[in-house]
Every structure is written in C-alpha cells, then in structure tokens.
C-alpha cells in the first residue's frame, strides 16, 4: 500500500461514517422530542397521507359527536317546553271534566273559562318563547331540522318541530293570511261568543239578507280589528237555454216576457232593482249585486236556466295591513257556522295563485273565470291548462302563467354507488346518465345538458331543484330513489288581472269542485274546519272541549314520543362516533407514534458511534505524519 500525504482516505472514511450517525442520532432526537415517528413527508410518504386521512375522519367524527350533543340539546329544550305544554293540556281537560258536572252556576262556569282562557294563552306564550340559539321551535317555524352526525357529506338525520300553538292544536279559531272569502252565507251564521281578531262581534243574522247585515256588523268594529268586510253575491245559470220566458221573478220583480237569453238579460237589467244580468260565453247568465243582498228566483222559471230558491249573499273580509285574520266562537255547535264566514282567497282579488294542479283533464266548462268558460285541455299539465285559460283573456280580462317547481333530496350513497346504472334515472322520458357524477354539481350539469323545458339548480341544504317556467310535467322515474323516488310533479297556476278587478272563479254547475283540477278553490267553497274556541259554559260545550283537548294531548304526546326517540338515537349515534374515533385514533398512532424503546436504543447506538467516529477522525489524522517522520531520517 502506498504511503500518501495529499488524500488521507481513513479520514474521509471517518467523516462520511460520523456524518451518517450524526444524522441518524438527530433523527433519533426529533422523534423522541417530538414523540412522533412521522415529523414530515420524507420520514415515511405513504404513513403521512394515510394519517392526514385518519386525522380529517378523527376530527370530523369528533364535530360529529358536538354537533349530535348540540341536537340533544335542541331537542331537550323543545321536548321541554311540550311536557309544560301538556301539563297546561291536562289542567285544562280538569277543568272540562269539572264543567261536565251540572252542579255549577254560570258564575262558577265563567271562574272556570277565565282560567282556561289564561292557559290558551300561557300555551301560545310558550310556543312562540320556547328558543334555541334564538331559533323558535314550537311555533311552526322552527320546521325540519337536520343534524350532521358524521364526517362525511350525507351523513345526517332530521326531525321536524311541530308548532303547539292552540291554533295548531285546533284548540282555537281559524286564522288565514289577508283577504278570505265565504261560502253563501246561511241561515245558520249566527255564533255565540263570535270574535274577530279578539273582537266581539254580534253575530246573530236578520231573518234575510244576512251577508248585507253582517258586513254592517263586521264594518262597525273594524277600527278595533282592522279587519273589514265587503259582501256581495252572484249567481250562475245551468246553461243556453232555447225558447220564451215569461212571468219570471227576481226578488219579486217580474221580468218581461224575453224571447231568448239576450233579451233576457236586457229585461232583468231594466226590470229588476238591485241585480245586474251578464250572458256569459256559453249562453247562460249571471246575476250579481254589490251589496251582498239576498238573490231571490220565483215565478215561471222555465227556459230560464235559473232555479226556485234564496241564494244568500257572500262575504270578503280584508285586513288592512294583510296580517292573519283570526275569527273564533265559543259555542262547540257553530263549526259550521264560522265555515259560512270563508277561508280561501280564490275570489276579490287581481293577482290568484292555486294550489298544484290536478291530475285529470280539464272538460270544456270545468272552469269558469269571470263568467267566461274554459275550453278543455289535452293533459292534465298546469302550462296546457294556463294556455287554455289565455286562449280566452281577451273575454275575461285575465292572464295566466304556470311555473312547476319542486325540491328534492339527492341521495349521494345510491349516485356514488358501484352498481349504478345508466338508465337507473330518467326524466320527461329523457336518460340522465349519473354513472360519472361526484357531486351534486356534476347532477345539475348532467340534466341541464339532457332536457329542454327543465331547469336544475341547487337549494339550500344541497337540494336539488327542478323546474319549469312553463309549467311543464315534470315526470321521474327513479326506481332506485337517487332523487326521491318515480314521482309526476304538476305545476301551479297563477291568474292576473290586466284590468286591475277582481277574478272570479267557478266550476261546472253541477260539481263546483271541478276548478281544483286547476289547482283553484270555487267561489263560495269553504276550507276545513279547524274548530272554535272552547267553551265551559254549558254541559254540551265542556263536553266538547274534554274531546278536543285529547285530541291536543294526543297531538303533543306523539310529537314528545318522536322528540324522544331521536335524542336516544342521537345518543347512539354519538356512542358509536366516539368508538370509531377511538378505533381511529389507535390506527393513527400505530402509523405516526415513536417507539421509545426502540428510539432510545437508537439514540444510545448513534451516540456511541458518533463519539467512535471522532476518535477515528483524531487517529486518521495522525496517519500523514508518518510521511513527515522518513524525511526527517
């Protein structure tokens, strides 16, 4: 071996070996510093991107189980507001039973309604107080809430809050929003302890003319309630009718001999006092008056199209500022009665939405607006049944526009699962290939790039909306519920005047009902009754009330019972989280955590080595001066 002083390759033998343990003792240190055996990427790459994943499951399931505790919470305080509801409930079904023995005086009974009239209200007191997180949730608002219980999108359950308001209970009067309309009012109008917005109004009726009398009565107190009425009435013929009529009577007017429904029409506006006459498109008439009087039909009424008989007047009431028109009576035995007082705002106004349209076909004469008759339609679509409307604006003043709107929850599961198919979902007949979608983006693009006639957006909570501006059927056919399930959705019809006066809506002559084909309510149809307000004061009306309060109690009960069961559900649900997580956090340890014992050994191993390698550093240094010692010889 050569003896060399330029290159001493011991030494650099000696450096490259300390170097190496100097590195692997600092290693050594983070770990055991840190406690981690993963301190970045190039300790282990693959570790790393297994534990980011660990730790984005960990931390969700962890938000999962406050959010889930943050639901208990919300559903203890609502579940707590019911059992006061119920316990008021059962004071008030012991004072029923109570005023079910005929033992008291009135003055004993009306002790008794003076506290059940302060437990209806310490009910709705609480129904509209009862608050989580400044969200109400016992007064109907509140709606359904969904609670996130995982770490993945989807992962949620929900429940709706149902409102305890007396009114929702039916334990009180009707309410609905603005102007309403009635049925023909009846004989039987009159109802004891009637109020309006808490006002007493009188409602016993005159022997005749009672929706007149009454809109005086309402009119008389309407600085106290806001609320004021208009009455009115009308009344339609069965049809064009061929031949003379002679010796007819209208409110005791006789009417000229007429030799066909023209002449008709002009002899009752020239004979008749109080009645205006309209032909309409298909040859029978209308007779109507503004004030709500009495339309009386007598006399000779062949070939008339009218029928014998006293056709009461209608009533409208309005609120001035459009706040909900309240309007109870105490008496168990007048529920119909409040029916003749109206609740539905198809009629008296210039702009009518309906309800979503039926599924059958409109016949010619199914509908009339405005005394004008609608032809028939060749689906039961709202845009057909709008387009037959608008085929006739110019004789009834009155437009009309469809629109179908619908909302639906996306199961992401079933999208993303393997055995998804193509054809799994269509829509109008049209394939919407989901089999590529990710998300509810890649859903929305995919059938806005399929169908004409249908938009798809998003809502709020990653709903997925579908609609027509036209008012077009919107048919689905999902067998596997990606989207809710196979569903035909109808639109809804909204009429407009261009005239600015009121639309007026009915039905054939012999099913007045056959305007819900259009989604509409017929002038002088009624919506269900709800119930009056209870009443102590007589054997009959306690008796009513015990029925109706357990109905209340029943109603309260099940939503408890429901409120219940999902905060055990909830509790399951946060048992099973912290489980995963726990099971999770172990995985990720076993990936990241450092084996001290194993660290420390290292440690000891690479400080002996790097004090080694400075003493062979020291030594390789003296080799040269071997070199030196033979040129001093």
């Known amino acids: 071996m050569a003896m060399t002083i330029r290159t001493n390759l011991p030494s650099e033998v000696a450096q490259k070996n300390l170097t190496r343990s100097q590195n692997a003792l600092n290693r050594s240190l983070e770990r055991l510093s840190s406690g981690l055996r993963i301190n970045s990427a190039k300790d282990d790459a693959a570790g790393m991107a297994v534990s980011n994943r660990f730790n984005a499951q960990i931390r969700g399931l962890n938000q999962a189980v406050r959010n889930a505790n943050d639901g208990i919470s919300l559903l203890q305080t609502s579940e707590g507001g019911m059992q006061e509801v119920t316990n008021l409930l059962q004071r008030m079904r012991e004072l029923a039973v109570q005023a079910s023995n005929d033992t008291y005086s009135q003055a004993d009974r009306s002790a008794m309604q003076v506290e059940l009239d302060q437990l209806y209200a310490e009910i709705d007191r609480i129904a509209t107080s009862t608050q989580f997180n400044g969200v109400r949730l016992l007064d109907g608002s509140g709606g359904a809430k969904s609670f996130q219980i995982g770490s993945d999108a989807g992962e949620s359950i929900s429940v709706t809050l149902q409102s305890v308001r007396t009114r929702d209970l039916h334990l009180n009067g009707y309410s609905a929003l603005g102007e309403l309309n009635s049925g023909r009012v009846g004989d039987d109008l009159s109802a004891s302890g009637l109020t309006i917005n808490g006002v007493a109004i009188d409602g016993s009726a005159a022997t005749a003319d009672f929706a007149y009398e009454a809109a005086i009565k309402i009119n008389e107190k309407t600085g106290q309630t806001g609320v004021s009425a208009t009455a009115y009435n009308t009344l339609r013929g069965s049809g064009s009718v061929s031949g003379n009529v002679r010796d007819l009577k209208i409110n005791g007017f006789t ?379």
């Open 255 to 633: 009417v000229s001999k007429s030799g066909n429904m023209s002449e008709l029409v002009a002899n009752i506006n020239r004979d008749v006092a109080g009645v205006t006459a309209v032909l309409n498109s298909d040859g029978s008439i209308t007779l109507s008056n503004d004030t709500g009087k009495d339309i009386v039909i007598d006399g000779n009424t062949d070939n008339s199209g009218l029928t014998k008989g006293t056709y009461r007047g209608y009533l409208s009431l309005t609120d001035q500022h459009n706040e909900p028109i309240k309007i109870t009576a105490t008496d168990a035995t007048n529920v119909s009665a409040l029916q003749k007082w109206g609740f539905n705002s198809s009629v008296g106004a210039t702009s009518v939405t309906g309800q979503e349209v039926s599924t059958k076909l409109l016949k010619a004469g199914d509908l009339y607006i405005n005394g004008v008759a609608i032809g028939a339609t060749k689906s039961a679509s709202a845009a057909d049944k709008a387009a037959a409307i608008n085929a006739v604006t110019e004789q009834t003043g009155v437009k009309a526009s469809a629109v179908t709107y619908k909302e639906l929850t996306v199961d992401m599961g079933k999208v993303l699962a393997t055995d998804l198919a193509a054809t799994d979902l269509t829509i109008n007949g049209s394939t919407i290939n989901l089999t590529l979608a990710n998300s509810l983006e890649d859903i929305i693009t995919k059938i806005n790039e399929t169908l004409s006639g249908v938009t798809a957006t998003a809502g709020e909570d990653g709903k997925l909306i579908l609609m027509s501006d036209s008012g077009l059927t919107i048919n689905v056919t999902d067998a596997k519920g990606l989207i809710g399930g196979t569903h035909s959705y109808l639109g809804k019809i909204t009429l407009t005047s261009d005239t600015g006066t009121d639309i007026i809506i009915g039905g054939a002559a012999d099913d007045p009902t056959s305007v819900a084909k259009a989604g509409f309510v017929e002038q002088g149809g009624s919506s269900e009754a709800i119930g009056s307000g209870l009443s102590l004061m007589s054997l009959a009306n306690a008796n009513n009330a015990i029925k109706r309060i357990d109905e209340a109690i029943d109603r309260v009960s099940y939503n408890r019972a429901e409120l219940g069961a999902v905060q055990n559900r909830l509790e399951s649900t946060i048992n099973n989280l912290q489980n995963v997580a726990e099971n999770f956090m172990s995985a990720n340890g076993r990936i990241t955590d450092a084996d001290f014992a194993r660290e420390t050994a290292e440690m000891t191993k690479y400080q002996i080595l790097s004090q080694a390698g400075v003493a062979m550093m020291a030594q390789a240094k003296q080799i040269p001066q071997q070199a030196i010692q033979l040129l001093q010889q």
